[in-house]
C-alpha cells in the first residue's frame, strides 16, 4: 500500500495502521474523531460524508461524536467497512481526497498542531494479571520459588476491577499519592507520600460493538466481535502502599492514583498480520476459554526512563506475545457470570514481562524488590522512581517495509501533595 501522504518507513502510522483517536486544535477546541496517517491527522468530521457504504452511510453522525463510543457501538462490519474507507480515501490511486485541494487542506492537520484526547468515555476498567513472569517474579520475591503461582493462576485469567475515572491521557502528570504503608512489618502503619513509585507496562483493548445485558455473557467465539482496538498503557503502582492494603481484597488506593494510555487506538485489523500462536496452556482450561485460532500478537515493547535534565534510556524491552491468557480469553472470563458490558470499556493485560531481567516490565522486577539497583547515564540509579523521572512506553509490530506503531505513552511523576 501507498499513500499521498509521505511518511518515513519507520513511522508507527502508515497506511496499514490507521489507528483511531480523538484531538482538537487552537482553531477548533471542540475534541473530534481522527486517524493518524504519517505525521497528519485525517479529520473524519471534515470527510464524513465520504463513508457511504451500506453500514455507514446512514451513521456518518458517528465521525461527527467528541469521543469513539457510538462508532464503537457499531460493530465489526461498519469498522471493516470505515477501515476499506479510509485506505482507498488516503491512498495514492484514489483522487477523491488527494485530488480536491479545499478538502484536503481541511481535513489534514499536523499531529504537532494537535492536543489529544481520551479516546472515549470509559466506564468500567479491569485490570488483569495475564504474564506468566511477571506473575512468577512477583510470587518469588513474595511466597518462593515453590509457591509461586497461586493455584487458581492457570485456572483463570486473574483480574481486578480499577478506577476509570482516574485514566488519563499520554503526557498528563502524575502526582506521588499520599497513602498509609507499613515500612516494618508488624509494626505499626505510618501515613505519608509512597516512597516506592512505580510502573507497569501493559497493553489494553477497548471494547466494541452493542453492549450486552446483565446476565448475558460473549461467549468465546464471539469474543473478537467485542474487541475494537488496543493501546499502550502505564499502570502506575505505589507499591508500598499496595503491600499494606492489598490483603484480603487486592488493590486499592495504590492503583488508583493515576493510570496513563496512548491516545491512538491500534485496530485489531492492523495488528492482523502479526498474530502467533497462543501460549501453551497447561492443564487446559475449561471449556468456556478454550480457542484455537490464534489472538496473540507480536507487539514490541519497550519502556524508556528520562530522569530531569537527561535523555531518555532504555531500561526494557519485551513482547506482548509472552502473555499467557489472550483478550479473548479475559473478555470470556469478565463475562461468563453475566457481568454486562459496553462500548469503551477498557480491559488492560497486567505488566507484561519476558523472561529475562532486562525484558521485566516494572521496577518492582527490574530492581528486584529494590536490591538490584539500575545504573542510569547520567551517573544516578533508581531503586524505584524519584520525583522528575519521566516514563516513557512505546510499542510497533515490525513488517515488511512499514511499522505498525502505537506511539507514546508517557507521564513525568511529580511531587506529592500536601495533605
Known sequence: MKSFVSYPEDSDFPIENLPYGVFSTEEDETPRIGVAIGDQILDLKVVSHLFRGPELQDKQHVFHETTLNSFMALGRPAWLEARRTLQALLSVDTDTLQGDQELRKKALVRQADATMHLPARIGDYTDFYSSIHHATNVGIMFRGR??????????????????????????????????????????????????????????????????????????????????????????????????????????FTSKNLGTTISPWVVTVEALEPFKVDNMVQDPAPFPYLQHNDKFNFDINLQVHLKPPGSAPQLISSTNYKTLYWTPKQQLAHHTITGCNINPGDLLASGTISGRVANSYGSMLELSWKGTNPIFLNDGSHRKFLQDGDEVILSGYCQGEGYRVGFGKCSGRLLPALPV
Open 146 to 251: 515453590e509457591n509461586c503461582l497461586l493455584p487458581n493462576w492457570k485456572q483463570l485469567p486473574v483480574g481486578y476491577h480499577g478506577r476509570a475515572s482516574s485514566i488519563v491521557i499520554s503526557g498528563t502528570n502524575i502526582h506521588r499519592p499520599n497513602g498509609q504503608t507499613c515500612p516494618i512489618e508488624g509494626a505499626a502503619p505510618v501515613f505519608g507520600p509512597s516512597r516506592l513509585m512505580d510502573f507497569e507496562l501493559e497493553v489494553a483493548f477497548f471494547v466494541g460493538g452493542p453492549p450486552t445485558n446483565v446476565g448475558q455473557h460473549v461467549p468465546i467465539d464471539k469474543a473478537h466481535e467485542h474487541i475494537f482496538g488496543f493501546v499502550i498503557m502505564n499502570d502506575w503502582s505505589a507499591r508500598d502502599i499496595q503491600k499494606w492494603e492489598y490483603q484480603p481484597l487486592g488493590p
